[in-house]
């Protein structure tokens, strides 16, 4: 058909915001992963894109707005729900959660209609002012070291600490309770002192005949 979208097939001046989608769309004119033709408005709307699913579809089919395509990790991990929190207009309570992370059964879901949706911490690793990975977590659970250990010509690595100088070092057995950003700290390599240059020894004087030699 025409006109296909995960959310919405025709926006005819409506507001789409703060949805997602994980099925399979199809059609033939005007497809898309949240819309399928936009004449109104969407905002931070998300959907499932990978190798076997909506691999060629944008967010909407035909118009503009705001929706994105995203991987399982992402809905899995807790980064859509994460998301979709953040962006979300009531502001009497949470609108989205999410439990369970990791598992691949667990998906961004209303908190009225479920009573185990936690809210979704992010933990931002920064390195030399440059996010190198992102985890997410529920209060309670804890967040490893990241998949890489950061490096820096001339120095050694000294850590994750939660502040960019001073603060204090994370340990990775603590519970996460709410957002936060880790940042690596460094120790500089000192350079041994070079060796001293050693003073030359002069060449000892060449011995001749000693004065008054005799033969006979």
Known sequence: GNRV???????????VT????????SGKISVGGVVGDN?????????LKTANVNENLSGIGEGSGDATGKNDTAFHSGEVAYLLQSKQSDESGLVWGQSKLGETTSL??????DKDAKPVY???FISDNTEIEAQ?????????????????????????FTKTSGGSQWNFSTAVTENMTLYAQ???IEEPDPEPTPTPTPDPTPSGPSTGDSTG
Not at 5 to 14: A, L, M
Not at 136 to 160: C, H, I, Q, R
């Open 186 to 188: 460094w120790t500089a």
């Open 18 to 25: 703060n949805c997602y989608n994980i099925g399979d769309v």
């Open 39 to 47: 004449n109104g408005s969407v905002t931070g709307c998300y959907f």
């Open 108 to 113: 961004p879901t209303f908190v009225a209609l």
């Open 136 to 160: 997410y977590a529920n209060s309670g659970m804890t967040v490893d070291l990241p998949a890489t250990e950061p490096t820096k010509e001339g120095y050694t690595f000294a850590g994750w």
């Open 122 to 124: 992010k933990v931002v």
């Open 5 to 15: 979208g995960g959310v919405v097939g025709y926006n005819d001046g409506g507001s």
